[in-house]
């Protein structure tokens, strides 16, 4: 009686190479997220002038115009610094989106004196964004 056996391993390094990618996704996942979101809040600044919800930003003050007249811009934007300064980390498995200029918070949450403004935060489409990148990233 005889048998033969046959290891195959040309399927090993298919799936050695699945495994890895699986561990690499969810970094080039939050990559893509926060590459996405930033883009969205500076979308909020430059053009639609909602907060993440759709809710329209308050206009500017009379106050607020009149100091503004000779200097051109719009609301958030006049010089392009907060524009330029959202940012994201990808950090193990987080994402921070954020803006280091100083008087970010003041524009995002308000003050005593000046409505919020938010351009930073999550719509649904943003997290049915983050869905289908997960989704991608783990096929």
């Given at each position: 009686m005889q048998f033969n056996v046959t290891v195959r391993t040309d399927g090993l390094q298919h799936t050695r190479n699945r495994i890895k990618m699986i561990q690499n996704a969810p970094k080039e996942a939050l990559n893509e997220i926060g590459e996405s979101?930033?883009?969205?809040?500076?979308?909020?600044?430059?053009?639609?002038?909602?907060?993440?919800?759709?809710t329209p930003w308050a206009p500017w003050s009379m106050a607020t115009?009149?100091?503004?007249?000779?200097?051109?811009?719009?609301l958030l934007y006049r010089t392009g610094a907060l524009l330029d300064s959202i940012q994201y980390r990808v950090s193990d498995k987080t994402?921070?989106?954020?803006?280091?200029?100083?008087?970010?918070?003041?524009?995002q949450f308000?003050?005593?004196?000046?409505?919020?403004?938010?351009?930073?935060?999550?719509?649904?489409?943003?997290?049915?964004k983050v869905r289908q990148i997960i989704g991608e990233a783990l096929k």
């Open positions: 979101v930033v883009a969205k809040a500076q979308q909020r600044i430059r053009s639609t002038k909602t907060a993440p919800d759709g115009i009149r100091a503004n007249q000779n200097k051109g811009g719009s994402i921070t989106v954020y803006s280091n200029v100083g008087y970010a918070r003041f524009l308000g003050t005593p004196k000046m409505p919020a403004r938010p351009f930073l935060g999550w719509t649904e489409e943003d997290i049915n």
